[in-house]
């Protein structure tokens, strides 16, 4: 996929000894983490929130639906031939109903990993972002960190970082930016993206959202394997998830002022573990 949209032709590689590849130039490398860098921002567009009526003329454009085919992403005539702004309030309809709404899919890590929200996904994702000092802005919905549109613009701004590293000849900070983002891949992206992208693909009415979740699945599977990644999806494409239990720390015998007195220590105390179930 990626290298049709970059036009390599397989048959005009070189074929060079494996035991010792000669280094890559800078302006192809760069090249390459632009290119990777707008695909992700791409996705993100998609499933960050509705798409507006700018974002929909720049993909109707000619030269991007050719590139998009190039791909294997073909859109059917209710993207193609609709008129704009009934097509960018059908668009925004279906994603309500897809991503939004009660009863839908929401693109978020923590729901489709344990079918809550703000599980530890939501936490860690989040001290990555503080990290590289990414910050989270506001959209029409809430974005949660783990939310896939900004885990996408994340990667997308450590690719930018990466080819901007290359640019200034820093090449052990384009290393240190490479090994964060295969270690963010190995840890959030890669376990849910891939089954989650084929539910959306099965569900969707819209052939604008088929398309790009097919488009995110083929997208995902080769930024994995090209990371020499080997990370199990765990998200299955199912359309429940179960809720994972809640595990709360507290010790039951710790009075609740300072009136009352404790159990002495010599009583066995009960477990300081406890799992709340789902009241309903």
């Known amino acids: 996929m990626l290298k049709t949209l970059l036009a390599i032709d397989d048959e005009d590689a070189v074929v060079v000894d494996e035991r010792a590849p000669p280094p890559r130039p800078i302006a192809e490398r760069r090249a390459e983490y632009d290119a990777r860098a707008s695909l992700c921002r791409l996705l993100a567009g998609v499933f960050v929130e509705e798409a507006d009526a700018d974002f929909v003329r720049a993909l109707r454009c000619p030269e991007v639906l050719a590139s998009l085919a190039a791909a294997g992403v073909c859109f059917e005539a209710d993207f193609l031939d609709a008129e704009e702004g009934a097509l960018v309030e059908r668009l925004a309809c279906e994603y309500t109903t ?36 990414f910050v989270v802005g506001k959209g029409r919905f809430e974005l949660l960190p783990d939310q896939l549109g900004v885990e996408l613009m994340f990667v997308a701004e450590l690719l930018e970082r990466c080819s901007g590293a290359l640019a200034a000849g820093d090449e052990a900070l384009a290393r240190r930016i490479e090994r964060d983002l295969k270690r963010f891949w190995t840890q959030h992206l890669a376990r849910w993206v891939r089954g989650y992208a084929r539910l959306v693909e099965q569900v969707a009415e819209h052939s604008f959202y088929r398309g790009m979740a097919a488009f995110l ?50 009583q066995q105390r009960a477990a300081n573990v406890h799992t709340l179930h789902d009241l309903r």
């Open 217 to 266: 699945q083929g997208f995902a599977g080769e930024e994995i394997a090209a990371m020499g990644l080997r990370i199990d999806d765990e998200d299955h494409a199912r359309a429940v998830v179960p809720k994972s239990e809640i595990r709360v720390e507290f010790n039951p015998d710790e009075p609740v002022c300072n009136g009352c007195e404790s159990i002495p220590d010599t």
């Open 98 to 133: 897809l991503f939004a709404a009660s009863g839908g899919f929401p693109p978020v890590e923590s729901v489709r990993l344990t079918g809550r929200y703000k599980q530890d996904p939501h936490f860690q994702v989040a001290q990555d972002y503080a990290k590289w000092g």
